[in-house]
């Protein structure tokens, strides 16, 4: 089983810009789709974006679209989430999940998910 760890999360101003790491310990990525989750207090779970391995399959939610891109890099075996402007509703912990031999599919139900990181914590002030 892969684990992941995420890294990146702090405090930013609205229309300023993050960028989340997932990296992959144990085994790579190859044959997951990986997958960014967000949950707000009080808030269920909800999808932002996921890559296949080969980069081919690539989607947002419509509350992230044209603000965030997803991409990962091989070599180092980690999936960068890149946050440009920011808004206070994207406070939220970020968490990185990873979907054995999902690569093919448009997955964003968490279930569907079979590993997790420990996640995040992003904070947008207005």
């Known amino acids: 089983q892969v684990q992941l760890t995420e890294s990146g999360g702090g405090l930013v101003q609205a229309g300023g810009s993050l960028r989340l790491s997932c990296a992959a310990s144990?085994?790579?990525?190859?044959?997951?789709?990986v997958g960014w989750f967000r949950q707000a207090p009080g808030k269920e779970r909800e999808f932002v974006a996921s890559?296949?391995?080969?980069?081919?399959?690539?989607y947002f939610s419509d509350s992230v679209k044209g603000r965030f891109t997803i991409s990962r890099d091989s070599a180092k075996n980690t999936v960068y989430l890149q946050m440009n402007s920011l808004k206070p509703e994207d406070t939220a912990g970020y968490y990185c999940?990873?979907?054995?031999?999902?690569?093919?599919?448009?997955?964003?139900?968490?279930?569907?998910?079979?590993?997790w990181g420990q996640g995040t914590q992003v904070t947008v002030s207005s």
């Open positions: 999940a990873a979907a054995l031999g999902g690569s093919d599919y448009d997955l964003r139900a968490a279930y569907e998910y079979d590993a």
């Open positions: 144990r085994r790579t990525f190859r044959d997951y789709l």
């Open positions: 890559v296949s391995w080969s980069g081919g399959n690539i």
